[in-house]
């Protein structure tokens, strides 16, 4: 057995919020919509080399019976390469996005920062 790709889905509370996030803000180009029309339900958006679903929370059970919400503790982290960490900080920072760690070099020799998305899903800044 050979993986051909990875595509992380995000559930999320505001699909509008996450798609402002990851599309509007990150640069994502969005690739697939469900339903065609009216309100969306999932959306895929493609950010540089990668894509990422982010689907609505709904009313009823997930389609796999887990239950999504509430959701606690350290789930997911998201590394997303870009090209200046810290102009990319300073433009979400403006945007109101939570930085939760301020850019800092690292002894391996990357620059790196953290903020929350809309959700609170940690995404890793990198370059």
Request: proline letters at 8%; one cysteine or more; aromatic letters at 8%.
């Amino acid at each position: 057995m050979s993986v051909k790709r990875l595509f992380p889905m995000l559930s999320t509370e505001s699909l509008d919020r996450a798609i402002k996030f990851y599309g509007t803000l990150l640069g994502g180009v969005e690739t697939y919509r469900f339903p065609d029309a009216g309100p969306a339900a999932f959306v895929a958006l493609r950010l540089g080399e990668s894509e990422i679903g982010l689907g609505a929370l709904g009313d009823g059970p997930a389609l796999h019976g887990q239950p999504q919400r509430p959701a606690s503790g350290h789930r997911i982290e998201l590394c997303v390469y870009v090209d200046d960490v810290d102009a990319t900080v300073e433009r979400l920072r403006a945007a109101g996005v939570p930085v939760v760690l301020e850019p800092v070099d690292q002894p391996w020799g990357e620059r790196i920062a953290y903020v929350a998305d809309p959700d609170g899903n940690l995404v890793m800044l990198t370059r």
